[in-house]
């Protein structure tokens, strides 16, 4: 008995915590499973994403929450809402936007000029044109004193006062100091910066100048990440120093030790010795993704291997997130063996191996969400 109670448990939780998939067919939006089959029909006028196990619909007008199984667990008795992140949601009613958990019922906040989203544990406060934090208890964390508190990602965050920018951690903590006028994400203790008129990288809270270099992007998933020097663009590691000669026109990061780089108007793929794998041949070209797949561009999308074979032709259109989708992680190309793609007009998700799931088409369809 206990191992059936146990067994019914588990079979609840997988249930509760499945991703879905919200689409449009004939008007209704509803949901599928990662099977392509409808886990909750399309009935609703308005819906939005999953988030936090929880998903907005729209009924007569108002907006309320629906668990996986489709059940409204929180009434629609909201003019607008956003996402729950955290177990909380900002929602508007009665024109005052305020907080709510996920048993709908409302939570007082600290004073604040705006309600801002939970991210991850954390919310901003604006009091006196200044920003500060707070997290889910809803206590100040950080006192409102930055002019600009960029969203965190990975638990640190862009700020600046004034002109000059640092990063912080979730607790507030200045882990790159206020200094510099331009400031990239913090990745394994490193930033890029502009330091006057200098370029380079901060790494243990020291600045490391790359001669030449006016501009530098955010590390992604390696530890290196491409700079412009001299107009071209090549790869420097986390101590400054140059991997690839700058040689390229365009480049994006690497992942799976594979990067897109553009020579002569045309994309190609590059290992981490700056060897083509694939020569320079697509009109654009996208990162890899775990599935080990990349998008590459015709004139539409089809997705190479990482020997870069054309496993997937190129005839969909793609997007990182569907028109109502705000994550910030919402990636172009396969996700856990499933890319959002587009086909005469109609949109739905392809396999690895190319087949359409469940040979579905819908109006829309946005990323799957729990």
Do not use: H
């Amino acid at each position: 008995m206990k191992k059936i109670l146990l067994l019914a448990v588990i079979f609840t939780q997988l249930i509760n915590s499945q991703e879905l998939a919200l689409v449009r067919k004939e008007g209704q939006f509803g949901y599928i499973s990662t099977s392509g089959d409808f886990a909750i029909q399309p009935k609703y006028k308005g819906a939005k994403n999953f988030s936090n196990g929880l998903a907005a619909v729209e009924e007569n007008g108002k907006w309320g929450f629906i668990n996986s199984k489709g059940e409204m667990v929180i009434p629609a008795n909201y003019d607008n809402v956003k996402y729950f992140d955290s177990g909380i949601c900002v929602v508007l009613k009665d024109k005052i936007w305020f907080y709510i958990n996920q048993k709908g019922e409302k939570i007082n906040a600290p004073s604040s000029d705006k309600v801002y989203d939970f991210e991850d544990g954390i919310a901003f406060i604006k009091q006196a044109e200044k920003v500060g934090l707070i997290n889910t208890k809803m206590e100040i964390v950080l006192q409102p004193k930055f002019d600009v508190i960029k969203s965190f990602e990975n638990g640190y965050a862009r700020v600046r006062i004034g002109k000059n920018w640092g990063i912080i951690d979730k607790s507030g903590k200045i882990v790159v100091e206020l200094q510099y006028e331009e400031i990239g994400n913090y990745f394994k203790n490193t930033t890029w910066v502009k330091n006057g008129t200098a370029f380079g990288l901060v790494s243990n809270g020291k600045f490391i100048p790359i001669d030449g270099v006016d501009k530098i992007w955010d590390f992604y998933a390696q530890d290196l990440t491409y700079a412009r020097k001299n107009e071209k663009i090549g790869f420097v590691d986390l101590k400054g120093n140059w991997v690839i000669e700058p040689k390229f026109e365009k480049a994006k990061a690497f992942v799976k030790n594979l990067a897109p780089v553009c020579m002569d108007k045309k994309w190609g793929y590059v290992n981490t010795k700056g060897e083509f794998v694939l020569e320079p041949k697509y009109n654009d070209a996208e990162v890899f993704s775990e599935d080990g797949l990349a998008p590459v561009k015709d004139k539409e999308w089809g997705f190479v291997n990482e020997s870069g074979k054309l496993v997937i032709y190129t005839q969909y259109e793609i997007s990182a997130g569907g028109i109502f989708s705000i994550f910030k992680d919402d990636e172009k190309g396969f996700v856990k063996g499933l890319a959002r793609v587009k086909s005469e007009k109609k949109w739905g998700f392809i396999k690895t191996d190319g087949k359409p799931l469940a040979n579905q088409w819908y109006e829309n369809a946005e990323p799957f969400r729990k």
